[in-house]
């Protein structure tokens, strides 16, 4: 257990948009009250989960197993998924020396306070600690902080009670190892998510849809005996899930953010990377994209409220090369969706028209299906399929289980955000349950406006509301001339200052 940490391989970073989470204090502190399917009780099942099967992985005590028969528990009708991610809040255990503990929270506070210009240079380290599950015990196992803005946002804000983000790796020492099927294990959690379920709740309904999401549920992390944090505990996102979800195509290339290869990693096709990139016609983009593919997950997100994805924001989205079929987008860190901006009213198609602040450009392949006529008329059909299966009951009952589950957690975690109280957590669940009820309603508007070609126009401009970016200004509608220099997209196209 003594010595230094390894240097370990660099994370991506990419820059995006972060909203302040809105928790109105006006909401009912308890998911009790109303007979609206927005505002009722925190009562409910989880749904239905595959059953436990035996661990591949080794004896009570000895170094991580190769992969073998995982247990497994997944959303009804999704790929299964290891036992560690069952539908229960899980608690894991690590050892770790006192120097190597006193030096990963000197990492944490000394790195996540630097400039960004540097911060985003750091590679993190792995420290060898000792993992325990129950009564399984992995002795060669590791563990490295994790996270971006969140790593800088907890250090920065929540200062020596900052909540720390880390992955436990068992496939450090033997990249064939795996526990429970499971090479790593991902902690997540930021302060920016004070129902501490996003991700959980996310990328279960993106898994019950078939779309590739990791598996996750609520993990308590225990320290040396102590507990340190509650987090959404997942898996990592690599040729496992591809396996899972490309059965019999799953060698092609896995890109983060179009940018970092995540699998064949030594060797990636950088000339179809490059035409990835090169697409800026709707021609261009067919043949590089499984554009039908793609569709389903954009508009998934878009029900989500997503604000950091490739629908709703410019990263956090892998793409994977699958051949003659094309790159086919699915998103990740979905901690920014559902309640994170406080409102629900994000429209479907030009999603940045309530983000005042929003600055970065709008990714390139969606702007060419919004801009193309029969490209965008294929999106609006997977919005209204995927809107079909977004089951506001059952995930509003995922919210009711999951939060009972964990409210003790909450409350007794130490490093929960010095801004964050057990009732805002309540407040939070409240808010983000009758988002999802909100958000279906307003998608359901849109699309009836959208099909009618009939209803408000607010601002007076003779465009509809559902086919206007701003209907509270006149001088912005599809069509209108751009300003030059007044950073607003006059004429709803994703595009700032066009041809000035």
């Known amino acids: 257990m003594a010595g230094v940490g390894v240097e370990q391989k660099r994370r991506p970073r990419v820059r995006g948009f972060w909203a302040v989470c809105v928790c109105p204090a006006l909401l009912a502190a308890a998911c009790g009250g109303g007979s609206s399917h927005a505002t009722g009780p925190l009562t409910g099942a989880a749904g239905a989960w595959g059953a436990a099967s035996a661990s591949g992985t080794g004896g009570a005590s000895g170094p991580a197993g190769a992969a073998g028969a995982s247990g497994t528990a997944g959303v009804a009708g999704s790929p299964a998924c290891s036992d560690l991610f069952a539908p229960v809040l899980q608690t894991f255990s690590i050892d770790v020396s006192a120097a190597n503990w006193a030096a990963i929270q000197n990492e944490f506070w000394t790195i996540g306070r630097l400039p960004d210009s540097v911060f985003v240079q750091h590679d993190p380290a792995a420290y060898p600690v000792v993992f325990h599950y129950g009564a399984e015990t992995v002795s060669d196992a590791f563990i490295h902080l994790r996270g971006d803005s969140s790593w800088q946002e907890a250090a920065q804000e929540d200062g020596d009670n900052g909540k720390m983000q880390f992955a436990i790796v068992f496939d450090q020492v033997n990249p064939d190892a795996a526990f429970h ?13 004070p129902t501490f379920l996003r991700d959980r709740v996310a990328n279960s309904w993106l898994r019950s849809l078939g779309i590739p999401a990791v598996c996750a549920t609520s993990g308590k992390l225990m320290v040396n005996g102590s507990y340190y944090g509650l987090y959404v505990a997942e898996e990592s996102v690599g040729h496992h899930l591809i396996k899972q979800f490309f059965p019999g195509n799953s060698n092609g290339d896995l890109w983060d953010g179009g940018t970092i290869p ?38 998934a997100e878009a029900l989500l409220n997503d604000a950091d994805g490739y629908w709703g924001g410019d990263h956090n989205f892998f793409i994977y090369d699958q051949g003659a079929k094309g790159f086919v987008f699915f998103p990740h860190d979905l901690d920014s969706s559902l309640d994170y ?8 198609i030009t999603w940045w028209s ?35 299966r977004y089951d506001v009951a059952q995930l509003q009952s995922w919210f009711d289980a999951w939060a009972i589950q964990i409210a003790a957690a909450v409350a007794a975690d130490p490093h929960r955000p010095i801004d964050v109280s057990p009732q805002d957590f309540m407040d939070a669940v409240t808010l983000a349950r009758g988002g999802i009820a909100e958000r279906a309603d307003y998608v359901s508007n849109w699309l009836a406006c959208w099909d009618s070609g009939t209803g408000a126009d607010a601002d007076g401009d003779s465009v509809i509301w559902c086919h206007d970016c701003r209907d509270d200004l006149a001088s912005v509608h599809p069509g209108a ?16 200052d066009d041809g000035c």
């Open 181 to 193: 099927g499971v090479s790593k294990i991902r902690l997540d959690m930021p302060r920016t998510d």
């Open 262 to 299: 995540k699998t064949n990693s030594l060797a990636p096709n950088r000339a179809r990377q490059q035409a990835f990139w090169a697409a800026t016609t709707p021609a261009a983009l067919a043949a590089i994209v499984d554009v039908a593919g793609s569709l389903p997950a954009w508009a």
């Open 341 to 348: 901006l406080g409102r629900f009213d994000s429209d479907p």
């Open 354 to 388: 309530v983000r005042s602040d929003w600055t970065l450009p709008i990714p390139q392949h969606y702007r060419i299906v919004i801009g193309d006529g029969a490209l965008r008329a294929q999106y609006i059909e997977a919005l209204r399929a995927q809107l079909r």
């Open 481 to 496: 001339a751009e300003v030059c220099g007044n950073l607003i997209d006059d004429d709803c196209n994703g595009g700032i």
